[in-house]
């Protein structure tokens, strides 16, 4: 009898690990992207409770559905007429396609290294075309 109640225990664990591995949340903020073996499966933007194969067939990743601010350190940029400006920026951007952004940035932490290059440059563009009067 004892045999039995320690087989059944650890079957009862057994499928407890593997159905929380094949469900997860997706909160409010976020949006979850399915992958299976590192390609694209679907993706999740209603918020709630969500099935998918347990791991490691398939994983989760998740990204902010909000409105994210990124800084930019462009320090001093010199303007048309030869003035140096002191420049303090920041841009401000959402992630509406999860896949698209995986698929170039793959994790929020890379934003500066993606991002930073274009907005500094756009900036640098913009401010060297304008003289200092123009920009005031």
Known sequence: MSRKLVAAGVGVVALGIV???????VQEQDQA???AFGR????EQQPGLHFKYPWPFQ???YFDKRVLDFEADLGEINTS???????DTYTRYRITDPLKFYQNVRYEERVPAVVGPLVESEI???L???TLPEIV
């Open 124 to 126: 640098r563009r913009v």
């Open 128 to 130: 060297g075309s304008a």
């Open 33 to 35: 992207l399915v992958l």
């Open 19 to 25: 159905g929380m591995s094949a469900t997860f949340v």
């Open 59 to 61: 994983e989760v990743r």
């Open 81 to 87: 007429d030869q003035k140096q400006t002191l420049v």
């Open 40 to 43: 694209f499966v679907r993706v």
